[in-house]
């Protein structure tokens, strides 16, 4: 069983940055592609960024690009979320997950239990 812990989430004033870190326990095919979700409250969770290891490939969430910038670092089993000029429609509840090779936002098998990110 992976499990994944997440941190760097605080408040921040709009137009302003932080950095979110997800620490994995291990990374094995079931961390093959690794992915930050959002809930705001009273709406469904919804991806935003991911990234695959081997290519390096990664997708991101139209309201967030140009904004956020995902990126891992094997060694040390850790995922990271860059987040610049933030609003305050980003304020949410954000998770990190991972799962084996998959297309798109809705197979993740492990998730976090997220850290708070509010924008005002």
């Known amino acids: 069983h992976v499990q994944l812990v997440e941190s760097g989430g605080g408040s921040v004033q709009v137009g302003g940055s932080l950095k979110l870190a997800c620490k994995a326990s291990d990374y094995t095919y079931s961390t093959f592609c690794m992915a930050w979700f959002r809930r705001s409250s009273g709406k469904e969770r919804e991806g935003v960024a991911r990234?695959?290891?081997?290519?390096?490939?990664?997708y991101y969430a139209d309201s967030v690009k140009g904004r956020f910038t995902i990126s891992r670092d094997d060694a040390k089993n850790m995922v990271y979320l860059q987040m610049n000029s933030l609003k305050s429609e980003d304020t949410a509840l954000y998770y990190c997950?991972?799962?084996?090779?998959?297309?798109?936002?809705?197979?993740?098998?492990?998730w976090g239990q997220g850290t708070q990110v509010t924008v005002s």
């Open positions: 990234i695959y290891t081997g290519s390096g490939n990664t």
């Open positions: 997950a991972a799962s084996a090779p998959i297309t798109g936002w809705t197979a993740f098998a492990y």
